[in-house]
């Protein structure tokens, strides 16, 4: 879908001299500005393990023949909130999973606090958005240095709601709609169920032109051929230009920078016999360091078709098999930094996203919600029928009322 014609040499751009990080790229050879100061070291180190979790992430979720598309920043931005609530193990197994290796607790929520700065504040021809916030069960104690924790490096909103109220739920999902730019309607179900004590969300929205648009006039419908071997037809955009671009015995790849250059997408293309699975199921941090790195400035055809998709996905099994089990556990679970009550698990980790692309750029929304719950049962709820009552016999599918019946007072026996 692409094809290159003649080649240049690579171009570089200034950026900090740091000592290569697995999953860093140590010269990004797209026209990017500046950084507005020298990364330190503990913040190259948390970009490197969201790069490494984002590869492990992606290799969890993937089904051969489906679509995909998540944010593993998303996740990790509201798992990494969540992580200053557990303990023990629990606290381990997040750290880990999310590719932390031996960062200590500051340093890891120091790294999220720069690199939401950065991402945010990096480019002014793109919008990027990332939106954190807290939402508790009325009356659920939760410790303060958890909250403080939260607003301080995370930015969030921190809300005690009546998670019982009609309108609970349609709240919180307002904030995702806003977070998000309207893309994402909805994130915790209606009514919210009893035993949700909170949720912890983080929202992503994204919004860029390119740097060098396709004209839509030279966008043509053409086929697509899915592995599958059947035909099917796609808005093929079509440019011909200088871009980024490497290729290999397996694929050929072209990088094409948003904006003011910050930001690119970076398209993969398979070679002919090499199954697009297969590809991703070999890529890690480290050879995406090398691809990164790897671009030449070169004159590319490029074909691309014009999509909208949207993707929901509950990230509980795939967090579990990179190695975090004990938080969605009702017995192992550990959140006792969260609350002093005891019993607290993760019962779902849920992630809706949407990504659209069009000859003008691309527009992006993700949201991922972690809801914590408690093992114990909520009390049940006490009905005495011991004083005059109303009592009634009906068809529950039809709503037909068959009996109506009132006891003011025992009848004889």
Known sequence: ????????????????????????????PAPAPELPR???????????????????????????????????????????????????????????????????????NAGYASLIQVLTELDPAVETAIGNSVWTRLGFPVRADFV?????????????????????????????????GGHIEE???????????????????????WTFEFDPDDTRTEPFYPEDRS??????????????????????????????GAFSMTVLVPRDGVGVDDMLQSLDAAAWSDIAGGFEETEVELFLPRFRME????????????????????????????SPIDGLWISKVLQKALVEVTEEGTEAAAATVVAVVTSAPPPPVTVRADRPFLFFIRERLTGAILFVGKLAHPPDA
């Open 1 to 28: 879908m692409l094809a290159a014609a003649g080649c240049g040499g690579p171009s570089t751009v200034p950026v900090p001299s740091l000592p290569p990080i697995p999953g860093v790229p140590p010269t990004d």
């Open 148 to 180: 403080e924790a939260l607003r301080e490096f995370f930015g969030a909103e921190a809300t005690e709601l009546d998670f019982g109220s009609p309108s609970a739920s349609g709240r919180i999902n307002e904030w995702v709609r806003s977070a998000t």
């Open 311 to 338: 993707y929901e996905r509950e990230l509980k099994d795939d967090l579990a098999a990179l190695g975090m089990v004990d938080a969605f556990s009702p017995t192992e679970a550990d959140l006792t930094r969260l």
């Open 231 to 260: 035909t099917r037809t796609v808005p093929l955009m079509t440019i011909l230009r200088e871009f980024p671009y490497l290729e290999t015995s397996r694929f050929q790849g072209v990088d094409l920078p948003y904006g003011d």
């Open 187 to 209: 994130i915790v179900p209606a009514p919210i169920p009893p035993g949700v004590l909170m949720y912890l969300i983080n929202a992503i929205y994204f919004k860029a032109p």
């Open 38 to 108: 020298a990364l330190s070291a503990i913040e190259v180190e948390v970009i490197g393990a969201g790069n490494r979790f984002a590869f492990d992430l992606l290799r969890e979720a993937s089904r051969p023949g489906d679509n995909l598309f998540i944010s593993p920043l998303s996740a990790s931005v509201a798992l990494g909130m969540t992580m200053n609530g557990a303990g023990g193990e629990t606290w381990e197994q997040m750290r880990d999973a999310l590719g932390f290796g031996g960062l200590a607790e500051e340093e890891i």
